[in-house]
């Protein structure tokens, strides 16, 4: 009988904490395969998907894909554990003119043969009826894996798909995902999605200043996020008001750092709206004059009680682009419309801003009634 034999790593690691990591992890594979016919059987140290239509077996495993927590899968055959049964098994696939190797996986020690005994009688058997074939034990063509468990079963399978990694989606707490239309943030989405961390999503605009496109852009790529850490509650905010205040108020270099300042004020007032526990935002430390450690410092002072997380914080661009093509929010997110911060962007932004220049500055503003006036005016989407 065909099956999908799952693994999972990290969760071994969790001592007490792994039956709350096992059973998330269960709940979002079955969940993943919501409207698909499937028997799931848990045995120790690997999940099976079975009983399922043929037909359907690409759409699962490229579902499976998307589930944070699994490491690899194979596409299996399930026989008895029983070594005629196993040989027979084998004996169908067709190794003429291969070279091949035999891996014996025997978590059920009750079997009779050592996995180094049964490798290698399925490898003589090979020989006799595939002569052409080889041996190879370095670099073989063809894999051949065995994989007793102790359920009675053994899988046998060719290939290992990998799979995300990572944790469990809801076993690391909620966050809120400072979303732009750029390639960063989506990027640093997934990346603190693939530790367990469920996610909403908050997006400043700049209407009329940016268009109605660049707003349907991030609803776009919190779609493409959305695959992988499920439905998304997106909260859309006007920050025209301020970003004109600032301008015509507030010295320009300093433009970027107190927007950024304002921001991260609505984000933790957010935060404590929707009990989450973390802002995480797609920084890259020295991408761009916002971004300097000194920046930085500005913009993390005004946050207080939750931590402000930044999963790109050490990438290169080039790491962040190859994952944005791999979660395809790449294409979405070089389209060209306008983004808030580039609205009002001066020449030359301050590379090493202070705190001490930022609260004069800020003694130019009503900052308090800014933020509640983002608040009040705030849209709210779910995304899915
Ligand atoms: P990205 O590619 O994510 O847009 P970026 O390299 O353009 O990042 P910045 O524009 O300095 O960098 O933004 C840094 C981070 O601030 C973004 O990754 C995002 O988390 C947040 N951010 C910037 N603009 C917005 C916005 N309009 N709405 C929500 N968050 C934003
Ligand atoms: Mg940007």
Redesign the pocket.
């Known amino acids: 009988m065909k099956c999908i034999l799952l693994r999972f790593g990290e969760l071994y690691l969790k001592g007490n904490n792994r039956y709350i990591f096992e059973n998330k992890l269960i709940e979002n594979v079955k969940k993943s395969l919501s409207g698909i016919d499937f028997k799931f059987v848990k045995t120790f140290g690997r999940y099976v998907i079975t009983d399922y239509e043929l037909e359907k077996q690409d759409e699962i495993v490229s579902r499976l894909k998307t589930v944070f927590g699994l490491y690899s899968l194979s596409i299996a055959d399930e026989v008895e554990s029983n070594k005629e049964l196993i040989i027979e098994k084998i004996l169908n696939y067709n190794v003429s003119d291969k070279t091949f190797k035999v891996f014996v996986k025997r978590a059920d020690k009750k079997f009779s043969l050592t996995s180094m005994e049964l490798a290698r009688q399925i490898g003589e058997k090979i020989l006799e009826k595939y002569p052409t074939s080889k041996v190879d034990l370095y670099n073989p063509q063809i894999k051949i894996n065995v994989d007793m468990r102790l359920n009675g079963k053994s899988y046998v399978f060719y290939d290992n798909i990998k799979c995300l990694g990572g944790l469990p989606l809801g076993s690391s707490g909620k966050g809120l995902l ?8 989506p990027v ?1 989405g997934f990346l603190i999605g693939r530790r367990g961390m469920v996610l909403e999503a ?4 700049s209407y009329p200043y940016t268009s109605e496109q660049a707003k349907d852009k991030v609803i776009e790529l919190a779609k493409k996020l959305a695959v992988y850490v499920g439905k998304i509650k997106l909260h859309i905010v006007s920050f025209t008001k301020v970003q004109e205040e600032i301008h015509k108020n507030c010295l320009p270099e300093y433009m970027i750092t107190l927007m950024r300042r304002i ?1 991260m004020r609505v984000a933790q007032k957010i935060c404590e709206q929707n009990k989450l526990n973390a802002i995480v ?3 890259s430390l020295g ?2 004059a ?2 300097t450690i000194e920046s930085m410092t500005t913009t993390t002072s005004v946050v207080e009680n939750i931590p402000i997380l930044r999963p790109c914080i050490a990438m290169d661009k080039e790491d962040i682009i190859e994952i944005a093509n791999e979660i395809d929010t790449y294409n979405i ?1 070089i389209l060209p419309y306008e ?3 580039t609205v009002f962007l001066p020449k030359n932004p301050v590379i090493k801003p202070t705190i001490e220049k930022c609260l004069k500055e800020e003694r130019k503003l009503n900052i308090d009634d800014l933020v509640e006036q983002c608040l009040v005016n705030e849209e709210v989407l779910f995304i899915d």
């Open positions: 400072l979303l732009s239309g750029g390639i960063d943030s640093a908050l997006h400043f605009h921001m935002t797609g920084e991408q761009v916002s971004q997110s983004d808030c911060c």
